[in-house]
């Protein structure tokens, strides 16, 4: 089984819609990030957060919000769609107990707004 | 502001050796990353650098000098499934990851 799942993998919505992706983990990291990967860009943060308590915004965390259910969930919603947020979305997880702080990613979200 | 740069595309034959070079221009420098990703998929992890010098992984080895804000990745043997495109990452001062674009690698027979 993936360390990392992400869910759905595809999502088709229209403007104005609230949609969630979801992101769990069996890694035990306390770690937890949502990147948004556009074509010829590089990946960029939107929130992360290092524990159940802590959530912190990313580079571009506008239209967007998060929840940290538990240590091993982390949420990412858009409140109200817009086309500009086509794209791929990944979550990742990362342990800094584990020297390097190494991000490990899911498979990924592809999300088309209408 | 803060910079990673990369060439867009690169190609090379089957075989052969490969590197992909990267530079950088961050608020502070915590370690650097590089990360393959084919295409629609995840990136996953294939090297870090946080002292100067060479670090070897099998057909895989990553170079990084601090003072040039410099990096390269380096593929030997190169194999078809090496396609792909192939991340750069630097955290910053503030424990953050910057990324480049990538780099995608084309293989050819």
């Known amino acids: 089984d993936a360390d990392v799942t992400q869910t759905p993998r595809n999502r088709i919505t229209k403007t104005g819609k609230r949609i969630m992706l979801e992101c769990s983990q069996t890694?035990?990291?306390?770690?937890m990030y949502w990147y948004r990967q556009d074509p010829g860009l590089g990946l960029r943060l939107i929130y992360y957060?290092?524990?159940?308590?802590?959530?912190n915004k990313g580079e571009i965390s506008d239209g967007y919000s998060v929840s940290r259910q538990a240590q091993a969930k982390f949420s990412l919603s858009l409140e109200s769609a817009i086309p500009n947020q086509t794209a791929l979305y990944f979550c990742a997880t990362s342990d800094l107990a584990g020297d390097t702080d190494t991000q490990y990613f899911g498979p990924g979200t592809r999300l088309t707004v209408l | 502001g803060q910079n990673i740069d990369q060439p867009t595309e690169m190609t090379a034959t089957e075989g052969a050796i490969v590197q992909i070079n990267c530079t950088y221009q961050t608020s502070g420098f915590n370690g650097l990353f590089w990360y393959q990703q084919h295409a629609g998929e995840a990136p996953t992890f294939l090297s870090y650098?946080?002292l100067d010098g060479l670090e070897e992984k099998g057909r895989f080895s990553s170079f990084l000098s601090r003072s040039k804000g410099y990096s390269y990745l380096l593929l030997k043997e190169l194999q078809m499934k090496d396609s792909a495109s192939y991340l750069c990452?630097?955290?910053?001062?503030?424990?953050?990851?910057?990324w480049g674009a990538g780099t995608k690698l084309i293989i050819k027979p």
């Open positions: 990452a630097v955290r910053d001062s503030n424990y953050q990851l910057i």
């Open positions: 890694k035990g990291h306390d770690r």
């Open positions: 957060s290092f524990d159940v308590k802590d959530i």
């Open positions: 650098n946080v």
